[in-house]
């Protein structure tokens, strides 16, 4: 039998003391600017700033610079002549590649086949996207919007366009004010999250370890998603590609759940303890009803309008209870 750690017991006792301890405020300006010194180097930890980030969340007047730490677009132990340095070179990196892409369009229209179809996917796939706010306001440069992502499609290999990175552009478009950042920040999310968002990479991996996670924890829901259900699990897909964004109220929650995302606390793969903690949102229904594989996903995709924060405090209970049980050692690697 492997033991769980010191350090992962510490974990669950804070995953459980953030729902039952009302939250505290948000970390605001005036708390940042203290986790700094003098010459702008972190004074604090980073496990500190994190866990405060997973207990208390960030106030918008700090999420851009406090998500360029969280995604790597800053070191965490830079200074801040360091971070001005990294600026003005991710901007002229991105000028740069823009000029790159200019010259290179027509060849890649004639040499390579997906080029004009991806091209089209993400023209199309924008112009869907509802870019105004309640008052009718536009909120976003479609063709701002649209470049970034096809700059973004050329320059990485690896994660393919997918429906899902229209929206994931969206938000940073709206967090921060120059095309330099929005590109940036989208890139190094990527690479945070391409294990858990990019169907090439690492979706699948995802929806076997929430099987295997609902096997364990809730062997009855297990059972009936085995038999009537069967196939369910896999075709939430939606849920990891687009980071859950579908299911909240506000913008606001859809960068709630995502800086917890990329603190990695409590645990490692924290988005499908999320996942499971939706879909015990919908186990009684399911069950009394007795739903087959259709009417489950139909459930499943009416969970809108959440609050991140009852979600995260569900997740962490999961997280806590998976602790405190002799977890199977697929989902020990996974997770603790």
Same mark, same amino acid.
């Given at each position: 039998? @492997? ?67 969280? @995604?790597?677009?800053?070191?965490? %132990? ?37 080029? @004009? ?17 309640? %008052? ?20 990485? #290999? ?73 196939? @369910?699990? %896999? ?27 990329? #603190? ?73």
């Amino acid at each position: 039998m @492997t033991t769980l750690s010191p350090e992962n017991s510490l974990s669950a006792r804070q995953s459980a003391s953030f729902i039952l301890v009302k939250r505290k405020p948000a970390i605001d300006k005036t708390e940042w600017e203290g986790f700094f010194d003098e010459n702008g180097h972190l004074a604090k930890s980073r496990d500190f700033i994190c866990i405060n980030i997973l207990e208390r969340g960030l106030h918008p007047c700090v999420r851009t610079e406090a998500w360029k730490f969280l @995604t790597g677009y800053y070191s965490w %132990q830079s200074s801040q002549d360091e971070r001005l340095t990294v600026d003005s070179t991710r901007r002229k990196n991105y000028e740069a590649l823009c000029q790159m892409y200019q010259k290179i369009e027509p060849l890649l229209e004639n040499l390579h086949r997906n080029f @004009t179809e991806t091209r089209n996917n993400i023209a199309s796939d924008t112009q869907k996207l509802y870019d105004r706010d309640p %008052q009718g306001n536009v909120l976003i440069d479609k063709k701002k919007l649209e470049k970034i992502l096809l700059l973004s499609y050329v320059c990485n #290999t690896q994660a393919e366009y997918q429906q899902g990175f229209p929206e994931m552009v969206m938000l940073f478009q709206l967090m921060v004010e120059c095309d330099h950042e929005t590109f940036w920040l989208f890139q190094f999310f990527l690479q945070k999250m391409e294990h858990s968002c990019v169907i090439s990479i690492g979706v699948d991996k995802n929806l076997d370890m929430l099987n295997i996670l609902i096997n364990f924890l809730d062997p009855v829901f297990a059972e009936h998603l085995k038999g009537k259900g069967a196939g @369910t699990v %896999q075709s939430l897909f939606r849920w990891f590609c687009f980071r859950f964004q579908h299911a909240f109220k506000t913008f606001d929650d859809v960068w709630r759940l995502w800086e917890v995302l990329l #603190t990695g606390k409590p645990c490692r793969n924290f988005q499908v303890l999320v996942a499971y903690s939706m879909l015990q949102m919908v186990r009684k229904q399911v069950l009394q009803e007795n739903m087959a594989g259709d009417a489950i996903l139909l459930a499943c995709n009416r969970l809108i309008d959440l609050d991140a924060e009852e979600l995260i405090s569900a997740a962490c209970m999961v997280y806590a209870e998976l602790v405190q049980k002799d977890a199977p050692q697929p989902l020990k690697d996974f997770f603790l």
